[in-house]
């Protein structure tokens, strides 16, 4: 029983789950590895570029049955979702393997759809039962919370792509071993530890939080120089190679010893803490009990003015239809659109677009693009709380920065300028980052968190929905125009018009993207003012305890 309630008192079991969380992210974005595989696919199904598109638009059609995960949120226990995921993922990744590896003979192609938006849809039972989770436990922190499991799923497509380099040679069969394999393994230990714990109640416990998320946020960051570098040097073999795995393994494992600093923290506290209670007890006995008959009373008072509330505003908990109903869920619905379907259609076709421009290895690209990715999600979560609570800015703002950055890099590539291709690569990368990071707390923020789960996978479906409307028909369509057809059913294209004319109205659809936001933006201020206001407050508050 001691060991038990030192766990709970010194928070070491939420931090526990929290780095089972950080694994189960790490290894969750394998949705967008699709690039490493897809060449693979078009060779053996004789496919031309729009059948392909629209493999990877069934991929992310997945994400639009993720409103079972967030339904299953409110009902099912945190353990029960990671399971339903990472058996569904092992099912969908293993039979593109058998395909891939010519272990069976090539599947219909109807049948290949399917199976590839099983595999999309197991990651939204894996983000939704860690974000609910980790945004419940850490409620005020949210950013951070946001920004660091969003920049591992960042990450993530670069660990899949560097350890398949460094252990398999790039293999496609290979690679499609890993998809399949250790998300399963990772969410079966995920199981055992990841559900929820009482947020933080004192200042105290937010300033421990603090301290550990930087913690996480430095350890991140030197994961992903680690995985930069290794694209950078460029020797991917021999005993360099197995060396560069170890170390990796060994960086994604070591914020291990956050909650083992926790729990000896709270034995050296624990019996202090219980001699002060048995002897205090007695005298507090008679004034807990009248604090918990005032409790009681004031509940019965706010639950009858509850009642009364004909629906609630900003900042309240919202239920789906409630939300829905609302202008700001739909500014935020079309915003979030442009970000991530632009941005999703850009990882999709990075193959054939490194490819027309006469990039051989277009690998290279798909992991900058995550590891850039990474830097945009937990930068943005850190600096959007820094200033939220030192400034009150609504968060729509950095949403609105990272569209116009996106708009300028579109614009690049469809001028094809020298190195275009890297600099579009960091630049999605970064706002694609920012869009996921930003968007996870502003919707819990403004709707709240009894729903959330639903929610935010209402929000998802902008990832199925951009996926078709940029990557399926605009990708598709334009670059099959463009295209020369190749004996056996396939086509091909080489030169920067095979996608200028997408890159240009991709940029278009970015701007529009950052006058909602702006509109998201005003329409919030007021909110994010009362955020700020309490977040000083308990500061004050705790200050002066």
């Given amino acids: 029983m001691g060991f038990q309630r030192s766990i709970s008192s010194s928070s070491a079991l939420k931090w526990l789950?929290?780095?089972?969380?950080?694994w189960v992210q790490a290894i969750s974005?394998?949705?967008?590895?699709?690039?490493?595989?897809?060449?693979a696919l078009k060779s053996l199904m004789n496919l031309n570029q729009l059948e392909l598109n629209n493999l990877s638009v069934a991929k992310d059609v997945g994400k639009a049955f993720g409103i079972l995960a967030g339904l299953a949120s409110d009902r099912l226990p945190t353990p029960v979702i990671l399971l339903i995921g990472c058996f569904e993922g092992l099912l969908g990744y293993g039979v593109q393997w058998l395909v891939v590896s010519r272990t069976i003979q090539p599947i219909p192609y109807w049948q290949m759809c399917i199976f590839l938006c099983m595999g999309g849809n197991s990651t939204t039972w894996m983000n939704t039962a860690v974000l609910v989770t980790c945004i419940r436990n850490f409620r005020r922190n949210r950013g951070p919370v946001s920004g660091i499991l969003k920049g591992y799923v960042g990450l993530s497509t670069a660990i899949f792509t560097d350890l398949c380099t460094a252990l398999f040679s790039n293999d496609p069969a290979s690679f499609l071993v890993l998809l399949a394999v250790i998300p399963f393994a990772v969410c079966?230990?995920?199981v055992f530890f990841l559900r929820e714990i009482p947020p933080a109640s004192s200042?105290?416990?937010?300033?421990?939080?603090?301290?550990?998320?930087t913690i996480f946020n430095i350890v991140a960051v030197v994961v992903a120089v680690y995985l930069q570098s290794y694209d950078i040097i460029g020797i991917k073999t021999g005993v360099f190679s197995v060396a560069f795995a170890s170390i990796l393994l060994f960086l994604l494992a070591s914020p291990i010893a956050i909650p083992f600093h926790s729990f000896i923290k709270s034995l050296n506290h624990g019996e202090q803490d219980d001699l002060e209670g048995r002897i205090q007890e007695p005298l507090l006995r008679s004034e807990i009990a009248a604090a918990e008959r005032e409790v009681v009373v004031v509940a019965a008072v706010a639950a009858e003015q509850e009642e009364k509330k004909k629906k609630p505003v900003l900042g309240e908990d919202h239920t789906i239809m409630e939300a829905v109903l609302t202008v700001d869920f739909w500014v935020l619905f079309v915003s979030f659109l442009c970000g991530v379907g632009t941005g999703l259609a850009v990882m999709n076709n990075m193959g054939q677009i490194g490819l027309a421009l006469g990039y051989t290895n277009v690998s290279i690209f798909v992991s900058m693009t995550s590891i850039w990715g990474f830097f945009g999600r937990i930068l943005s979560g850190t600096l959007s709380e820094y200033f939220l609570k030192k400034a009150g800015t609504p968060r729509p703002l950095w949403n609105a920065a990272s569209q116009i950055l996106m708009a300028v890099g579109y614009i690049l590539m469809?001028?094809?300028?020298?190195?275009?291709?890297?600099?579009?690569?960091?630049?999605?990368?970064v706002?694609?980052?920012?869009?996921?990071?930003?968007?996870?707390?502003?919707?819990s923020e403004l709707f709240g968190l009894k729903y959330y789960g639903l929610i935010y996978n209402i929000l998802v479906l902008n990832l199925p929905l951009g996926s078709f409307l940029f990557s399926g028909l605009l990708a598709g369509f334009l670059y099959d125009?463009?295209?020369?057809p190749t004996p056996g059913g396939g086509n091909t294209c080489v030169g920067a018009h095979c996608y200028r004319l997408i890159f240009i109205v991709m940029a278009l659809a970015s701007v529009i993207g950052v006058g909602l936001d702006?509109?998201?933006a005003y329409r919030t201020k007021e909110i994010y003012a009362k955020i700020h206001t309490s977040k000083k407050s308990k500061k004050s508050g705790g200050s002066l305890s």
Avoid: D, K
């Fill in 17 to 22: 789950g929290f780095v089972t969380a950080v």
């Fill in 431 to 443: 706002c694609y980052g920012v869009r996921l990071a930003i968007t996870v707390p502003t919707a």
């Fill in 481 to 484: 125009a463009e295209a020369t």
């Fill in 203 to 213: 200042a105290a416990e937010e300033n421990e939080e603090t301290r550990y998320f």
């Fill in 29 to 39: 974005g394998n949705n967008y590895t699709f690039s490493n595989y897809s060449g």
């Fill in 188 to 190: 079966l230990t995920a």
């Fill in 518 to 520: 702006l509109v998201l």
């Fill in 414 to 429: 469809a001028l094809a300028v020298p190195n275009s291709l890297y600099i579009g690569s960091m630049v999605v990368g």
